[in-house]
């Protein structure tokens, strides 16, 4: 007897959201949205939502919500949204000391509840996160993927489209490269059906549209005040009909690299042939000197992310040579405290309903926000003082402004204002 298809969707945010319509729609299988136990109320009125919806729209797919990783157990395919959106003025990277744990968390439960599955990772910095799931978990290199290229390749097909006056259907492009300021649009080789989209755009608007590439996502947070998630979630769920429909699509996506492009080791984005059996194939293609300066540039950038993951995770320098920087110093710091940072909103959650009053509860969150600015300080500083004094009274500046920054999310998780996977860390 044929078996539904099962996909578990790991936060039941925007994008989580989103990704379960799209899913349920394209009638791909029955989704699971997955939220912290504090959320899953929420996940679970979200569900209802989207099921009555399948009345009006006419697709035939079950969605449940639900606080229990036991819920997920043999799903065919895994999407990870959890984590903390980006803010205006945030980076990607800025997001790691507080979504690594989260990760981690992700990956064990995974490893545990649902290990045949194909992994979507879509979490921020996405290209260090989508390496520490595979590493935490030790899954299948081919079976982890993250998406980045295929949003970016959009984003760059968009502004080509409409630079040149043509229909979107027509262009044909790919950005590779790390999910960052650094990505890498592949110039020689983008197309307007077949024809070289160089001999539609001058060169100066070129230039302006990689950059604008680059900083498409930022351009979105500055706009809405939080992280893009319709482009977002349908570029993850076309990564997923292609395994679970065997459709060998030729995308482009961060995959584990073992030599490809002149690099090992690393997941970075580049063009794959996403089929049944997961990531089957990656495709070299010939690049100019520019754009492998650029790649260069951009696998460097990833590189320095993952080397303080590789840090926190095994309490020394990463092993693949070459200094840690004064950067990835602090940014270890602040890797090292994220459970801490990441546990207080689950204990002020829990405070807040057993009192039932708002006044006690926002005097706990000031004391819980005082008491972690002076002990992030004094630790960081501590773990920090062989950097020297500068780097010291750095760290305690912007571990302040962590600190401060934990206290306005608790007031938000207090409100009901906050993504409901924002407190999911509790690795």
């Given at each position: ?11 039941a945010g925007?994008i989580?959201?989103?990704?379960a319509r799209?899913?349920a729609?394209k ?9 912290i136990?504090?959320k899953?109320s929420?996940a679970?009125g979200k569900?209802?939502?989207?099921e009555q919806?399948?009345s009006?729209?006419g ?8 606080g229990s990783?036991?819920?997920l157990a043999?799903a065919?395919v895994v999407?990870v949204t959890a984590?903390?959106?980006r803010?205006?003025?945030?980076s990607?990277d800025?997001?790691?000391a507080v ?12 490893k545990k ?6 992994v979507?990772v879509i979490?921020?910095p996405l290209d260090?996160?989508?390496?520490e ?10 079976m ?12 760059f097909?968009?502004f080509?489209?409409r630079?040149a006056g043509?229909s979107?259907?027509?262009v044909?492009a790919?950005?590779?490269g790390?999910?960052g ?6 110039l020689s080789?983008?197309?307007i059906n077949?024809?070289p989209a ?7 608007a070129l230039d302006?549209?990689v950059?604008?590439t680059?900083?498409g996502g930022?351009e979105i ?18 990564m997923?009909e292609?395994?679970l429909?065997?459709q060998?699509?030729l995308?482009a996506a961060a ?8 690099y ?7 063009p794959?042939?996403i089929?049944?059996?997961?990531v ?6 010939s690049?100019?000197d520019?754009?492998k300066?650029m790649?260069?540039k ?6 320095g992310?993952?080397?303080?993951v590789n ?5 020394r ?9 004064t950067e990835a ?8 405290h ?5 546990r ?8 807040l309903?057993?009192?039932g009053?708002?006044s ?7 004391f ?13 500083s501590s ?5 020297g004094?500068?780097h010291?009274r750095?760290?305690r500046?912007r ?9 306005r ?8 204002e906050?993504?409901p996977?924002?407190a999911?860390a509790?690795?």
């Open positions: 007897m044929a078996q539904r298809r099962k996909i578990g969707v790991i936060g925007n989580g959201g989103e990704l799209l899913c729609s009638e791909l299988g029955d989704v699971v949205m997955l939220d136990p504090a899953e929420f679970k569900a209802l939502d989207l919806n399948s009006v729209i697709y035939d797919a079950s969605i449940t919500g639900t990783w036991a819920d043999g065919d999407i984590g903390i959106p803010k205006p003025g945030q990607r800025d997001l790691v979504n690594l744990p989260i990760i981690r968390d992700v990956a064990d439960n995974a509840h649902c290990p045949d599955a194909f979507v979490s921020n260090a996160m989508v390496y799931f595979q590493r935490r978990a030790g899954w299948n290199p081919n982890v993927a993250g998406m980045a290229g295929v949003l970016d390749s959009a984003r097909q968009l080509v489209a630079a043509v979107i259907k027509d044909r790919m950005v590779l790390g999910h300021d650094d990505m890498v649009p592949i080789q983008t197309t077949g024809v160089t001999q539609f755009i001058a060169k100066d302006a549209i950059k604008r680059r900083g930022g947070v500055n706009l809405m005040g939080t992280s893009a998630y319709y482009a977002p979630a349908s570029s993850a769920v076309a997923a292609a395994y429909s065997d060998k699509r995308l995959c584990w690299l073992t030599g490809q492009y002149g090992k080791d690393i997941y970075m984005g580049v794959c042939v089929g049944g059996k997961g089957e194939k990656i495709i070299e293609l690049l100019n520019d754009e300066a790649l260069a951009s696998a460097a950038s990833v590189q992310i993952v080397d303080v840090k926190s995770a095994l309490g320098p990463s092993s693949r040579g070459g200094a840690v920087s110093r602090r940014r270890v710091a602040l890797v090292d994220a459970r801490y940072l990441a207080t909103p689950a204990c002020s959650s829990t405070t309903r057993r009192s009053e708002r006690r509860a926002s005097r706990r969150i000031t819980s926000s005082a008491y972690l600015r002076r002990s992030i300080v004094s630790k960081a773990s920090l003082r062989s950097c004094a500068w010291a750095s760290t500046s571990s302040v402004h962590a600190g401060t920054s934990a206290a999310n608790l007031v938000s998780a207090s409100s009901g906050s993504s996977v924002e999911a509790r690795a």
